[in-house]
């Protein structure tokens, strides 16, 4: 792995793969800076109750009900 560390990087980015490098000591596993916060965000939103409920109550809108993105004011 240590040789073709920046190939696995390029792997990681641009395919969204987990790299697995196991150790002596232990394994690691290589993700993109991209998957890193993104896992970080989900993290972060379902462990707030108050995100948690406004996300679980938006997944039962109906379609038809939404606004569109560019509508939106932030």
């Known amino acids: 792995a240590r040789k073709n560390l920046y190939k696995l990087a390029e792997m990681a980015i641009e395919n969204g793969a987990e790299i697995n490098i196991s150790t002596k000591k232990g394994s690691v596993i290589m993700i993109s800076e991209d998957e890193y916060r993104s896992l970080l965000e989900t993290l972060y939103l379902s462990s707030n109750e108050s995100y948690k409920k406004t996300i679980t ?4 809108t ?3 009900q939404t ?3 560019d ?3 932030w």
Do not use: C, D, Q, S
């Open 57 to 60: 109550e938006g997944l039962k």
């Open 71 to 73: 509508k939106v004011k």
């Open 62 to 64: 109906p379609y038809e």
């Open 67 to 69: 606004v569109a993105e």
